[in-house]
C-alpha cells in the first residue's frame, strides 16, 4: 500500500499509534480520526504530515464532516480493558461504532477491520477461519459484533473488506513476551494456566494488516493474524529468564487448552512473519531490563474474561 489516500479511525490506539507512522513512511496520504485525549498527541501526528480529525466515534455524529473518499480505512478503534464493567459503552465503541464507519467509508476499495481472536473458544491446537466463533466475554461477544457490522455492510453497500483476528501482537511496549518479562524482572510469579500463545511481532503484524488490502472482498475476507508456531508460555519465560539473567517463578496449573488461532491463510497469502521468537525475545529481554517503557495495560493473556477487572 503506497501513494494511496488513507484513513486510520483510532489512530492513538494500541496498534493504531504504530500503524500511522508506518503508513506515512510507506509514502501515503495518513489521516487519522481519534479523541486525542491526550496532550500533545494530535501534534505528534500532524508533524508527521498526517491529516487529523478529533472525534469519538462512539456518538452517533462521529464522522459527520469527515472526508468519505479513501482509498483505504483501517478500522483499529476498539475497548478491551475494563469492558466488562461498561457492557453499553463497550456494545457502543465495538460495534455500533464499526457499523458506522462502514456506512460512511462504504466507497471505500478496502475496509480493514481490526478484530480480536478472542472471538474464539479456546482449544488445544488452534482455530481456522472456518472454526466457528464462540465468544467467552462480553469484549469478545462485542468483536464479534463488530465483525457481523461489517459483513452487514459490505454486502448491503458492496464494499470491500477484510477482518483482521489479531492474536498477540507484541514488542518493547506491549504484548505477552513483554508482560512475561516484566513479571520476571519484578520477582513475579509467571501463571502458566494459559500454557500455550501465539505471537507476533508487531512490525510483521502491520505489514500483514497493510498488505491485507490485496484481498479485501465481499463478503469480507476472514484473516487470523499471528504467528505461525504454537508456543509454550514456560518456554517463553525460561528463554526470557536466561536473556535476563533472572530465575522465573511459576505458578498455576496448566487447564489443557488456551486461546490458539492457526495462521497458514495469512503465510499463504501475504507471506510469514520476518522476526523470529527468540529475536522478538532478546529485543524485549534488552527493553524491560533498560525499562524502556512504563506498564501501560498488561495484555492480560492469562484471562478469557473481566478484561481490566481484578
Known amino acids: 500500500m503506497q501513494n494511496q489516500r488513507v484513513m486510520v479511525v483510532g489512530a492513538t490506539g494500541k496498534i493504531g499509534k504504530h500503524l500511522v507512522p ?12 481519534a479523541r486525542f485525549g491526550t496532550p500533545g498527541q494530535e501534534d505528534a501526528l500532524r508533524k ?16 459527520e464532516g469527515v472526508p468519505d473518499d479513501f482509498d483505504y480505512v483501517l478500522h483499529e478503534a476498539a475497548l478491551k480493558f475494563g469492558s466488562e464493567g461498561d457492557a453499553d459503552y463497550t456494545v457502543e465503541m465495538n460495534v455500533r461504532a464499526a457499523g458506522r464507519a462502514m456506512e460512511h467509508f462504504a466507497k471505500t476499495k478496502g475496509f480493514l477491520f481490526a478484530s480480536s481472536g478472542n472471538v474464539y473458544e479456546d482449544s488445544v491446537d488452534g482455530a481456522t477461519e472456518d472454526t466457528p466463533p464462540l465468544p467467552p466475554s462480553l469484549y469478545a461477544i462485542t468483536r464479534l459484533g463488530g465483525e457481523w457490522m461489517v459483513d452487514y455492510f459490505s454486502r448491503r453497500n458492496n464494499t470491500p473488506a477484510v477482518i483482521h483476528r489479531i492474536f498477540y501482537g507484541y514488542h518493547e511496549e506491549f504484548g505477552v513476551p513483554t508482560d512475561i518479562a516484566r513479571q520476571i524482572r519484578d520477582g513475579e510469579g509467571i501463571d502458566l494456566t494459559t500454557s500455550h500463545v501465539n505471537v507476533i511481532w508487531l512490525d510483521d503484524l502491520m505489514d500483514a494488516m497493510i498488505a491485507s488490502y490485496q ?7 476472514v484473516l487470523n493474524l499471528t504467528g505461525t508456531e504454537k508456543v509454550s508460555v514456560r518456554a517463553i519465560a525460561e528463554r ?14 496448566p487447564k489443557g487448552t ?6 497458514d491463510e495469512m503465510a499463504r497469502l ?17 527493553s524491560i531490563m ?6 501501560d495495560h498488561p495484555t492480560q493473556w492469562e484471562k478469557r474474561k473481566g478484561f481490566g477487572e481484578d
Do not use: C, W
Open 258 to 263: 488456551s486461546l490458539l488461532g492457526k495462521a
Open 48 to 63: 508527521l504530515g498526517v491529516v487529523t480529525y478529533k472525534r469519538d466515534v462512539t456518538k452517533p455524529d462521529a464522522f
Open 290 to 295: 533498560a525499562r524502556e517503557f512504563p506498564i
Open 270 to 286: 501475504l507471506g510469514p512473519p520476518k522476526v523470529s521468537l527468540d529475536e522478538g525475545l532478546q529485543r524485549i529481554a534488552k
Open 215 to 221: 484481498v479485501a472482498s465481499v463478503p469480507p475476507k
Open 22 to 33: 508506518k503508513l506515512v513512511k510507506l509514502g501515503n496520504e495518513v489521516h487519522g480520526l
Open 240 to 253: 526470557l529468564g536466561e536473556l535476563m539473567g533472572i530465575e522465573p517463578k511459576f505458578r498455576g496449573t
